[in-house]
Every structure is written in C-alpha cells, then in structure tokens.
C-alpha cells in the first residue's frame, strides 16, 4: 500500500522515496476523487439518499463490497494519521537541533574578550551542546550510509533534549 511505503520511508529517513511517494499520492488522490464523484453522479443521481441508504434499495449485493471499502479507506485514514505525526515529530527534530545550532553560532562571536584570549562564560555550554548534536547526526548519518540500523529515537530524542537542558 502507498501510505505504508510512505510510513516506511519515513521511518528511514529516505527522502528520495518520499518525493517520489508523495507524486504517487497525488495522483492517486486525483484518482479517487474523480471516481467517487463519477459514483455519486451515475448512482445518486437525484437521490438525497447517502451510499448506505441507496444500496440496500438498489443494489444490495454490493453492499459487502461497500463496507469493505469503507474499512480500507478507515484504515487508510488511520495510516495517513500516523504518518502526519511522524512528519510533525520529524520537524520537531530539526527545529530543535536548529535552534541548538543557531544558539551556539549566536555566541560564537563572543568567544573571545577583548584581550584576544578566550571567553567561555555562558557560551562553552552551548558551543559543547551543539557539538553532541552535531556528532547525533554525524552517527545517524554514517549508519544510514554504512546500512547499520538506525539509532533508537527515544535516544536520539532524549540526546537532544538532555543538550537543549545543557543549553538553558
């Protein structure tokens, strides 16, 4: 199924696959749409009655597929939900280690005083935060590369929570 690549894909970072998913979506959903608006016009045609109601009336043998399809597009509903988190929590990531990069690069210009030597005062924490980020995606990275599995997220997201604390 197109979702269940798409969840797979996420879940491995491939965004190659996920252009290409995402073209494939949109023309399925285009698809979709134009068939179930053909359905509506040729069956419900002047009928205020839902699928439901017509089907009993009008073609009861259909009715098993109807639920059927009805629990495919449940399903399918379900799967999309999932995947929509996934992407949320992905842009979370980023925004964190972001942030973290953008905090350290801020107070770079700081580190050294006016007497040329340095001032790590605040800004160590940071700058040593930001360098275990920067090493978390180093070691995702080269796992993906080397076909290793992936770091667990709970690690990874605790990793990144335990720098944005060291930061705070």
């Known amino acids: 199924m197109l979702l269940e690549s798409e969840q797979k894909a996420l879940l491995g970072n491939?965004?190659?696959?996920l252009l290409s998913i995402a073209e494939s979506k949109a023309q399925a959903a285009t698809q979709l749409a134009g068939m179930a608006d053909a359905r509506r016009k040729a069956l419900l045609?002047?009928?205020?009655?839902?699928?439901?109601?017509?089907?009993?009336?009008?073609?009861?043998a259909s009715?098993?597929?109807?639920?059927?399809?009805?629990?495919?597009?449940?399903q399918a509903q379900q799967i999309n939900s999932?995947?929509?988190?996934?992407i949320q929590s992905g842009l979370r990531r980023n925004q964190q280690a972001l942030t973290a990069l953008q905090g350290a690069s801020q107070h770079a210009a700081g580190l050294y005083g006016p007497d040329g030597q340095p001032?790590?005062?605040?800004?160590g924490r940071i700058i040593a935060a930001s360098s275990r980020v920067l090493?978390?995606?180093?070691?995702?990275?080269?796992?993906?590369?080397?076909?290793?599995?992936?770091?667990?997220k709970r690690a990874m997201r605790v990793s990144v929570q335990t720098n944005l604390q060291v930061m705070s």
């Open 14 to 17: 491939d965004t190659e696959r």
């Open 63 to 74: 009715l098993p597929l109807w639920q059927t399809i009805r629990q495919l597009a449940a």
């Open 82 to 86: 999932t995947n929509g988190k996934l």
């Open 119 to 123: 001032n790590l005062g605040g800004s």
């Open 135 to 152: 090493k978390n995606v180093a070691r995702m990275a080269s796992c993906k590369a080397h076909g290793a599995e992936r770091p667990r």
């Open 45 to 60: 045609a002047g009928s205020t009655d839902t699928m439901e109601a017509w089907l009993p009336k009008n073609a009861p």
